[in-house]
C-alpha cells in the first residue's frame, strides 16, 4: 500500500475509534455473524448486592452475550445465579491449607459437593505462578497426589475444570524473573499436561489461550496431544498484543482449532470502574476477531512494547461463528449446562 493510502486508512482506522470513544463503546461494531456471544470468563462478585455488577450486565447485554460464566468463590455462587439468568458459575477452589494435607482435601470436597448440590457443573484453579507469592509451605501443583481426590469426585460428577496455568513472557523476564523461585514458563506445563493424560474423560478450559498465546506452535502440540484441552481467549491486553503480533499465524490457528477455542473476556468488574470499561473491552474483542483494523488502542498496555496497537485479525465468519457459540454451547453441554 502506498504512503498517502496508507495514512488514509490510519486516520479512518483512528476516526473509528473516536467516534467509539465518543458513543462510551456502548455501540458495538456492526455483526459479521448473526450469533449471540457466550463469555465463558468472567470475574463477577457479589451480583445482588453490588449495583455495579449490574453496570457490567448492562454492556454484555448490548453486545449480545447471551451466556455468562462467573468465576466466584463458592459463599458468592448463589447470589450471581439467582440475579442473573444468563450467568452460569464456576467455584474457585482453594489452595491456601495446601501444606495440611488432610485439611486441603476436606476443604475442597467440601466445596466440590456444595457446588454440585447447587447445580454448579465447573470448577477453577488458579495455578499462575504468583500463587507461590499467596501461599506459605508447600507449592501448589495440579499433579501433586493432594489433588489427586479433587480430581477424582471431578472425573465421578463429571465436571468442567477451568484452569490459569501461566502468564504472559514479558512478566517471566520481569515479575518472574527469579526462576529459582518462580521456574520458567516451560516448567509451568508438566503438571498440566499429567492431569490430561490421568483424566481423559475430564474436559479442561486453559483460560488465556492455555496461557501461552506467544507461542501458536506450543499450544498445535497442546491440542494435538490432549482431545479433553480447550483455550479460551480471555484476557484483552494480553490476546490482542501477543496474537496480533502475529497476525497471519493466529488467524491460520484460530482457523484450524476453531473446535476447541472458546471466546472469554476475564472482564473483571470492579466497584470504581474507569469510563467505559466493560463496554471498551467487548469493543475491542469484537473489533480485534472481526475487523481488519490497525490503530493506536484504546486500552492502555502497560507490558506492551511501545504505544499498544489494535491489529484485527478479521477472522473467517465461520471461525467465529464456532469461537464465539459453537463451541462453547457444545463444550456446556458436554457437562450437562
Not at 247 to 271: H, I
Request: hydrophobic share 45%; net charge negative; with cysteine.
Amino acid at each position: 500500500m502506498a504512503g498517502p493510502a496508507r495514512e488514509g486508512l490510519s486516520r479512518m482506522n483512528s476516526e473509528i475509534v473516536e467516534a467509539a470513544r465518543r458513543d462510551g463503546f456502548l455501540v458495538p461494531p456492526p455483526p459479521v455473524v448473526d450469533c449471540p456471544l457466550w463469555d465463558l470468563h468472567v470475574h463477577l462478585w457479589h451480583a445482588v448486592d453490588r449495583e455495579f455488577d449490574r453496570d457490567f450486565m448492562a454492556a454484555a447485554r448490548r453486545y449480545n452475550v447471551e451466556r455468562i460464566v462467573n468465576l466466584a468463590w463458592i459463599e458468592h455462587a448463589r447470589s450471581s445465579m439467582d440475579a442473573f439468568p444468563e450467568v452460569r458459575v464456576s467455584m474457585f477452589m482453594r489452595w491456601e491449607k495446601f501444606a495440611e494435607a488432610d485439611a486441603f482435601i476436606e476443604e475442597n470436597l467440601s466445596i466440590l459437593e456444595q457446588g454440585v448440590a447447587m447445580g454448579i457443573r465447573i470448577c477453577k484453579f488458579w495455578v499462575a505462578p504468583r500463587i507461590r507469592d499467596r501461599v506459605n509451605g508447600a507449592i501448589p501443583r495440579l499433579d501433586d497426589p493432594r489433588c489427586d481426590p479433587l480430581f477424582e469426585a471431578i472425573e465421578r460428577h463429571g465436571l468442567l475444570v477451568m484452569l490459569h496455568i501461566a502468564d504472559p513472557d514479558r512478566w517471566f523476564e520481569t515479575k518472574y524473573a527469579d526462576a529459582g523461585r518462580y521456574g520458567t514458563k516451560a516448567e509451568q506445563y508438566p503438571q498440566l499436561e499429567a492431569r490430561l493424560r490421568r483424566h481423559p474423560s475430564v474436559l479442561f478450559q486453559a483460560a488465556h489461550m492455555g496461557g501461552d498465546p506467544e507461542h501458536l506452535d506450543h499450544l498445535d502440540r497442546l491440542l494435538s496431544a490432549h482431545p479433553n484441552l480447550f483455550l479460551d481467549t480471555s484476557a484483552t491486553r494480553w490476546i490482542v498484543r501477543e496474537l496480533g503480533a502475529q497476525p497471519e499465524a493466529a488467524r491460520a490457528f484460530l482457523t484450524l482449532w476453531a473446535d476447541r477455542v472458546v471466546f472469554g473476556t476475564d472482564q473483571v468488574v470492579t466497584e470504581k470502574p474507569e469510563p467505559h470499561r466493560y463496554a471498551l473491552r467487548y469493543w475491542m474483542h469484537r473489533m480485534f476477531w472481526e475487523t481488519s483494523i490497525v490503530c493506536p488502542s484504546p486500552l492502555a498496555d502497560d507490558d506492551a512494547a511501545g504505544p499498544p496497537v489494535l491489529r484485527g485479525l478479521a477472522l473467517p465468519p465461520a471461525t467465529l461463528e464456532k469461537i464465539y457459540w459453537c463451541t462453547p454451547r457444545r463444550l456446556h453441554g458436554l457437562v450437562g449446562l
